[in-house]
């Protein structure tokens, strides 16, 4: 079986920084595409940031420009360093990887909450 455990959501000011990590353990081969997504009440989950094992990222336009996605494939690891942080920010934020094990599948984390003040 594989997890995903997600640490470092919180309360933050807006204008402020946060750092979320996850961290993927089980029976892994390799890890294709590490993402974070994130769920607002009563919105549809969102993409926030997508990387691959090589490096390539993607982010959803809202946060061009002010989040960061890097992962550390030695330790199956993914983080998202999140800047100028907004209210409209605050959501759950999870964890997704596309694992190889004895075949390929996604797993998510449990989610770690995000919350802007204002």
């Known amino acids: 079986q594989v997890q995903l455990v997600e640490s470092g959501g919180g309360l933050v000011q807006a204008g402020g920084s946060l750092r979320l990590s996850c961290a993927a353990s089980?029976?892994?081969?390799?890890?294709?595409?590490m993402g974070w997504y994130r769920q607002a009440p009563g919105k549809l989950l969102e993409m926030v940031a997508t990387?691959?094992?090589?490096?390539?990222?993607n982010y959803g336009d809202s946060v061009k420009g002010r989040f960061t996605i890097s992962r550390d494939n030695a330790k199956n690891t993914v983080n998202l360093q999140m800047s100028s942080l907004k209210p409209e920010d605050t959501a759950v934020y999870y964890c997704?990887?596309?694992?190889?094990?004895?075949?390929?599948?996604?797993?998510w984390g449990q989610g770690t909450q995000v919350t802007v003040s204002s």
């Open positions: 997704y990887a596309d694992v190889h094990t004895y075949t390929v599948q996604g797993y």
């Open positions: 089980g029976s892994i081969n390799s890890i294709n595409a």
């Open positions: 990387i691959t094992r090589g490096g390539s990222t």
